[in-house]
C-alpha cells in the first residue's frame, strides 16, 4: 500500500471522528434521566442489605439531560428531597442552573443522593469530553 | 486530487456536524417545577387556620393552593419564600384571586395563630397561616414529607431548620408539583398560569 494510502486508514477515521465529536450538536432522545426505585428497595433494607441501588450521585447536563425523572417501582413510598413518591408514582425535576444539589433519599443507604448540574458543553473539547464520559462511562 | 481529498473529507465531516438537526432548544418541561404523576390527592391537614377556621384544604378545592412550612421567627428562608409568593400574586393580578397560599408552622411552641395570621400580614393579607399542637404538626409534616429540627443557639434561644419546597395543589385538590426554595417569581408566574388554565 501507497504511503498516502496509510494515512487515510490511520489517520483519517479519528480525525473525522473527532471532528465530528467535538462540532455536531450533542442531542438526547430525551432531556429527562430516568432512574428507578425497584421493586423490593425498601424489603432488602429492612433484611440488612446494605447495596445502593441508585447512583449515590448524579451528573445533568444543562440543555442536554437536565430532567431528573425517577420513578418508584416499588410497593411501599419512598421520599426523595421534599416530596413522598407513592408506589408507581413518578416525579420530574427539571434543572435549570448548574448547581449541586443534595437530597434526602430512603432509597439509598447513605440516605441522600446528591445531584450535580453541569453547564452544557459548548465548545468542541467540552463537546468530545462529554461525549466521551456519555459513552464510555 | 489525492491532496485535495483529506480536506475535502473533513470538509464534509463539518458540513455534517454543522447541518445536524438543531437539538440545542428542545422543548421545554411544562412546568419548572417537579412535576408528581400520576397526580394524587394532597394530603389534608388536621390543623387551625390563622383566619380562625379549621384549616380545610378541602374548602379551596376550585383554586391552586401553594402550601410551604416555615415559622415567623425564621429569619432566613421563610422571608424570601413568603416574599417570592406574594411577588407572584401580584404578578397574576385578577388571576391571583384562584390563588391560596397556605403556610404551616413547624414551630407550634412560639407559633400562635395571632402571632402567624400578623407575621403573614407583612406578606400578603391573603395568606392563611396553619397552627396546632406539636402532634398535629408532626402529623402534617409527617404527611408531606417534610423535615424540621430545632436548632439552640449560645443564647438559649432556637431556630428551627426546616424543608423549604413549596406544594402546588391544583384545582381538584391533587398535589400536582413540587417548587424547590429558590426560584424566582417568575417561575411561580409561569407555573400558576399554566395550574390556573386546566
Redesign the interface.
Do not use: F, N
Given at each position: 500500500m501507497k504511503r498516502g494510502a496509510w494515512w487515510f486508514v490511520a489517520v483519517l477515521p479519528p480525525l473525522l471522528a473527532l471532528t465530528w465529536a467535538g462540532f455536531a450538536p450533542i442531542e438526547l432522545p430525551t432531556r429527562d434521566k430516568l432512574f428507578e426505585i425497584p421493586k423490593g428497595t425498601y424489603a432488602r433494607r429492612m433484611s440488612g442489605d446494605r447495596v445502593d441501588i441508585l447512583p449515590s450521585r448524579i451528573t445533568l447536563t444543562l440543555g442536554v439531560d437536565d430532567v431528573l425523572l425517577l420513578r418508584n417501582l416499588d410497593d411501599v413510598p419512598q421520599q426523595f428531597g421534599p416530596t413522598i413518591l407513592m408506589p408507581g408514582q413518578s416525579f420530574r425535576l427539571p434543572f435549570e442552573r448548574e448547581s449541586e444539589n443534595q437530597f434526602d433519599c430512603t432509597a439509598h443507604t447513605s440516605g441522600t443522593m446528591t445531584v450535580i448540574v453541569e453547564a452544557r458543553p459548548e465548545w468542541p473539547w467540552q463537546k468530545i469530553r462529554w461525549r466521551w464520559r456519555h459513552w464510555f462511562r | 486530487m489525492?491532496r485535495l481529498?483529506?480536506a475535502l473529507?473533513?470538509g464534509a465531516?463539518?458540513a455534517?456536524?454543522?447541518a445536524?438537526?438543531?437539538?440545542?432548544?428542545?422543548a421545554?418541561?411544562a412546568?419548572?417545577a417537579?412535576?408528581?404523576?400520576?397526580v394524587?390527592p394532597a394530603p389534608l391537614l388536621a390543623l387551625d387556620g390563622t383566619d380562625g377556621k379549621p384549616l380545610n384544604l378541602a374548602a379551596y378545592r376550585g383554586k391552586v393552593v401553594l402550601l410551604a412550612f416555615g415559622f415567623s421567627n425564621c429569619g432566613e428562608v421563610c422571608p424570601i419564600t413568603l416574599a417570592t409568593l406574594a411577588g407572584a400574586r401580584k404578578k397574576l393580578a385578577d388571576a391571583a384571586k384562584d390563588v391560596q397560599v397556605v403556610y404551616v408552622t413547624v414551630d407550634p411552641e412560639r407559633d400562635t395563630a395571632a402571632q402567624m395570621k400578623k407575621y403573614l400580614a407583612n406578606f400578603d393579607a391573603s395568606f392563611v397561616g396553619g397552627v396546632g399542637t406539636r402532634a398535629q404538626i408532626d402529623a402534617a409534616q409527617k404527611s408531606?414529607?417534610?423535615?424540621s429540627k430545632k436548632i439552640v443557639g449560645a443564647d438559649g434561644g432556637y431556630t428551627v431548620g426546616h424543608?423549604?419546597?413549596i406544594?402546588m395543589i391544583d384545582r381538584a385538590g391533587g398535589l400536582r408539583a413540587?417548587m424547590?426554595y429558590g426560584h424566582p417569581v417568575d417561575d411561580f408566574v409561569h407555573d400558576l398560569k399554566i395550574l390556573l388554565r386546566t
Open positions: - | 489525492k481529498l483529506p473529507l473533513l465531516a463539518l455534517v456536524a454543522g445536524a438537526p438543531a437539538a440545542d432548544a428542545p421545554q418541561p412546568l419548572k417537579g412535576v408528581l404523576s400520576p394524587m408531606y414529607g417534610i423535615s424543608s423549604s419546597s406544594y413540587v424547590p
